[in-house]
């Protein structure tokens, strides 16, 4: 909510919309608390179902990237220290391992995750991983933090090699969660995919993103692939849910 409106900010220049991002950015600084193992985290102050139960106080490496990206602008807009300060202590997650608090996760080939959710095994969720990945870059940005660009390149490489996992030849995959029916993205999530592909494709010039968002297009434009993947989705939900 603060990022949109910061973007209807710069896209009308009515100092109503900043002012209502600034509003979330200072509670961003704010609400920041220690997770189990005194990592600073934004945790979720309810339940939420993904697998299982996820109790109250939850946190995501979604949320963390996209904390830090509104608080990196707010620091571009106004210099205020303490938005690059809660900034960086967010940032302290993205480079610690979710067993020990963090929101990390480095698997058994070396590739370094992002993750949305702190399940076991974790299951690599698509779009919450490319949120984080943006909210690192933003970091960098402002930074020119050496550390957090080859985490950014870290993570790069991983979306890279992983992101034909993906793709199940006639729609996108939510997550690799381990189960024996993979968990198809609903038409909402398989949007936002060819979206975020295309804008991290814009951002690195890799040529893989973007044929993966126009491959993950074709199938959208495709009656029966989506419808396929309606039918699919609405198994799964009668399944797992």
Same mark, same amino acid.
Do not use: A, E, Q
């Given at each position: 909510y603060g990022l949109g409106n910061y973007n209807l900010f710069l896209d009308s220049g009515d100092k109503n919309f900043l002012k209502e991002a600034k509003i979330h950015a200072r509670w961003l600084v704010e609400n920041l608390e220690k997770s189990e193992k005194g990592i600073l985290v934004w945790k979720h102050h309810f339940e939420w179902q993904y697998k299982e139960l996820l109790p109250s106080g939850w946190y995501s490496a979604l949320s963390q990237g996209s904390g830090i990206s509104l608080?990196?602008?707010?620091? *571009?807009e106004t210099g205020?220290? *303490?938005y690059i300060k809660a900034a960086k202590d967010a940032m302290s997650s993205m480079f610690i391992e979710m067993e020990n608090g963090g929101v990390m996760h480095t698997d058994k080939s070396g590739n370094v995750w992002l993750e949305e959710y702190m399940v076991y095994p974790p299951t690599h969720i698509l779009n919450g991983f490319i949120w984080a990945i943006w909210g690192v870059w933003d970091y960098y940005l402002v930074t020119k933090d050496k550390q957090v660009l080859e985490l950014f390149k870290k993570c790069m490489e991983t979306l890279k +090699?992983?992101?034909?996992?993906?793709?199940?030849?006639?729609w996108s +995959?939510?997550?690799l969660s381990k189960q024996a029916m993979k968990m198809v993205a609903s038409p909402f999530?398989?949007?936002l995919h060819i979206v975020q592909l295309k804008a991290t494709?814009?951002?690195t010039g890799d040529k893989i993103f973007e044929d993966y968002a126009d491959k993950f297009y074709e199938y959208q434009n495709s009656r029966w692939k989506r419808y396929g993947a309606l039918v699919y989705k609405s198994v799964f939900k009668l399944l797992y849910f």
């Open positions: 608080l990196t602008r707010m620091y *571009k205020d220290d *303490k +090699l992983n992101i034909d996992n993906y793709d199940t030849g006639t +995959l939510y997550d999530y398989h949007s494709y814009v951002l």
